[in-house]
C-alpha cells in the first residue's frame, strides 16, 4: 500500500500518529496520552478530511 497511518510512541512516551506516502512522512499530530486518542485522531482525519476546504494563505 502507497499510503498509510502510523501509531508511534515518542521520546517523551506519548502516543503520535504520522501519514506516510510512498515511505515519506507526509504529516505528524501532537502527542496523546492514550493511543486510544491517538486512534480518534485518525477515525477524525478520515471521516473530516476529504472534505475539508484548502486555504490559500500565500
Do not use: C, W
Not at 498509510?4 to 500518529?17: L, M, N, Q, S
Not at 501532537?30 to 476546504?53: F, R, V
Amino acid at each position: 500500500m502507497a499510503h498509510k497511518f502510523e501509531i508511534y510512541k515518542d521520546k517523551a512516551g506519548e502516543f503520535r500518529v504520522r501519514f506516510k506516502y510512498n515511505s515519506e512522512t507526509m504529516f505528524s499530530t501532537e502527542g496523546y496520552s492514550t493511543k486510544a486518542s491517538a486512534q480518534n485522531a485518525i477515525d477524525s482525519i478520515k471521516k473530516n478530511g476529504p472534505g475539508a476546504p484548502t486555504e490559500d494563505l500565500s
